[in-house]
């Protein structure tokens, strides 16, 4: 990884040039022209930017679409794209969009629920996107890595893997998932109870701000760098790079998918699996994955049990019996394997594939539209609450719905809801994800599917955290709350979804905002607002 320093000339001219920076056209003419004054070597740069008359531009564009809500011909597209290789390309395409009035929007891996990386409502825009920034350097002797914001968390466990068998990162399930996002949100997975989240894992990054400054953790100060570990990349800048500290594992783990249905005793399993799940030893992570299924042409609901332990089979089942013994686990239903197989293993990939799929950008699953939500839960629901969530999955537009209960307690309850900007700490048992996909095009599906989420979410109000009703950002939901006016908004009516995202912590996002990006270039229906009043 280069320091920052060596583009200290290029920041420098940009600087000056800012200065004197005024809006006018927007035509992307114009744009371009700027991008090619500004390149260092305009000959290789036009090779990275695409308007709609290049060839590429719609499978450049889709490529990283994960949600076909937001691939539709009536989704606003970006006048060009930009697929940067260098914070150079970075900081031309900031400079040269404020200059001509377009906003940025920001992609790693595309995974954003509400399409925010590449959907803007308000054009016109430009992308982008980091997908050619995917560089990842693993230094076992340290245990650390430099990545860079477009790789995905494939392609970092695959380089983990290739230096060590005992090194790790907590980080998501989806192997598709950009860092730039996952990471600058959050980003969790099967080892949070023992190492929290990936922004907890977090040392240092490079973000290029406002004015076009490439800054690392020194230059860029505690809070910037605070910011962007929980807080989301997209209000602050654009990062290129994050150093992040790698875990130890032992060289062998167990996993286990355990399903039952009503029929089995699904209910009182996941009753009792609430008051657990975060009490667990921290080796521990079990997690329920309940849906709807079809057995012997009768529907009923199936709750799975997936899992991983830090140890050996022999030392999971008395640990089972001793903590869930309603489960009735047995030898049998685990599998020892590394801890790389279980990446392979809870992201679906068949029995046997080589670890390079795990550097394949493309989900297993893409042809899906979805619409999700989140929720944390502080009490148990009772057993009739969750028959009511049974009837709603009773529904035609429950068909693929999905609903993932993760624990929380561990090491989760160690950090203080203060130390980044995430706050889900302390006193939560387990997190839910509400999710419905479906395979219908058109409008008329999409309102159906919405409706029958936006139900199942009002049913279960009474159960799920109050005041605020908390929500993860990496499960970003338009529907708590939007900034009106192209992203300008009052912070009285941001905190409204903030808080949800960030409790206390929204004041302080909000305050390094307006000292880092007073003016509001990077922004969007859920940017945090800058306190000075523009517009
Ligand atoms: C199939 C699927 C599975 C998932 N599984 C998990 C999981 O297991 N655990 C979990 O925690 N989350 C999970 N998520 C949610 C995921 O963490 C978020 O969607 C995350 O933001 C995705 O990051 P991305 O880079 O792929 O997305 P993008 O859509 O590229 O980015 C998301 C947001 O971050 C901004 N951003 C992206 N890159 C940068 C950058 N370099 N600088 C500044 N801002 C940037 C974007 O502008 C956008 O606002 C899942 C999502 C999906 C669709
Ligand atoms: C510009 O880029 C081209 C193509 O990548 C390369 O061949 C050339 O050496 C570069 N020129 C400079 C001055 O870096
Ligand atoms: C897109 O088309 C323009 C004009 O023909 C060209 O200069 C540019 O290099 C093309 N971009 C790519 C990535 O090929
Ligand atoms: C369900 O639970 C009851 C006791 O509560 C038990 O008798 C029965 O065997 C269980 N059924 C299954 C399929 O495990
Ligand atoms: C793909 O989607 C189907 C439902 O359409 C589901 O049964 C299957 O488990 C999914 N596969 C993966 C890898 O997520
Ligand atoms: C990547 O994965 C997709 C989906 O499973 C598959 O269709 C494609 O062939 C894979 N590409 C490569 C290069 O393996």
């Not at 450049?60 to 809500?69: A, E, W």
């Not at 979410?457 to 908390?470: I, N, Q």
């Amino acid at each position: 990884m280069k320091p920052p320093s060596s583009y200290v000339f290029l920041a420098f001219v940009l600087l000056i040039s800012f200065g004197a920076a005024s809006s006018s056209s927007s035509s992307h003419d114009n744009f371009l022209q700027c991008l090619h004054l500004h390149s260092p070597n305009a000959t290789s740069f036009s090779k990275l930017v695409f308007t709609n008359t290049n060839f590429s531009y719609s499978s450049l564009l889709h490529f990283s679409i994960h949600n076909l809500r937001f691939s539709s011909h009536t989704t606003p597209k970006p006048l060009v794209i930009v697929t940067p290789l260098r914070p150079s390309h970075i900081q031309a395409s900031i400079f040269c969009s404020q200059r001509h009035g377009l906003q940025i929007r920001t992609r790693s891996g595309g995974h954003d629920y509400e399409g925010l990386s590449y959907v803007s409502h308000h054009p016109p825009f430009i992308l982008l996107d980091l997908i050619n920034l995917n560089s990842v350097h693993v230094d076992q002797h340290s245990a650390t890595a430099w990545l860079q914001s477009g790789a995905t968390i494939g392609q970092l466990y695959y380089q983990i893997a290739q230096k060590s068998k005992t090194l790790a990162f907590p980080a998501g399930v989806c192997t598709t998932l950009g860092v730039g996002g996952h990471f600058s949100g959050g980003g969790y997975g099967f080892l949070m109870r023992k190492y929290g989240l990936s922004a907890d894992n977090i040392i240092d990054a490079h973000i290029i701000d406002a004015k076009g400054r490439l800054l690392d953790r020194e230059s860029m100060g505690e809070d910037l760098f605070w910011a962007i570990r929980g807080g989301g990349g997209a209000s602050f800048g654009v990062i290129v790079a994050w150093k992040i500290r790698l875990v130890s594992l032992p060289p062998r783990v167990t996993v286990f998918r355990v399903a039952r249905t009503l029929e089995q005793n699904a209910t009182k399993l996941v009753h009792a699996w609430q008051s657990v799940g975060s009490k667990l030893d921290k080796d521990l992570f079990i997690r329920v994955i309940l849906q709807r299924v079809n057995v012997n042409k009768k529907t009923t609901i199936k709750a799975s049990f997936e899992s991983m332990f830090l140890g050996s089979v022999e030392k999971l089942l008395p640990l089972m019996q001793e903590m869930f013994p309603e489960l009735g686990l047995v030898r049998e239903d685990c599998d020892e394997m590394s801890w790389i197989e279980s990446i392979l293993y809870f992201a679906n990939f068949p029995i046997g594939s080589p670890l390079e799929v795990l550097l394949n950008r493309t989900d297993l699953n893409k042809s899906l539209f979805f619409k999700g939500k989140s929720d944390y839960v502080r009490e148990p629901i009772p057993e009739n609450g969750l028959e009511g969530i049974w009837r709603m999955f009773d529904e035609q537009e429950a068909e693929l719905g999905l609903m993932i209960l993760n624990p929380y307690g561990g090491r989760m309850d160690e950090i203080a809801e203060n130390e980044i900007p995430f706050p889900h700490r302390f006193g939560n048992l387990y997190k839910i994800q509400h999710l419905v996909y479906w395979l219908q095009e058109g409008e008329e599906a999409e309102e159906r599917h919405i409706d029958w989420i936006r139900r199942l979410y009002t049913y279960m109000e009474p159960f799920v955290s109050k005041s605020p009703r908390a929500a993860y950002l990496n499960y970003r939901d338009l529907d708590i709350g939007v900034n009106n006016n192209i992203g300008y908004t009052s912070y009285e009516q941001a905190s409204i979804w903030g808080s949800k995202y960030f409790k206390n912590n929204f004041r302080r996002l909000a305050y390094v905002k307006t000292k880092v990006d007073p003016l509001n270039f990077f922004r969007n229906e859920q940017s945090i607002p800058s306190l000075i009043p523009s517009h």
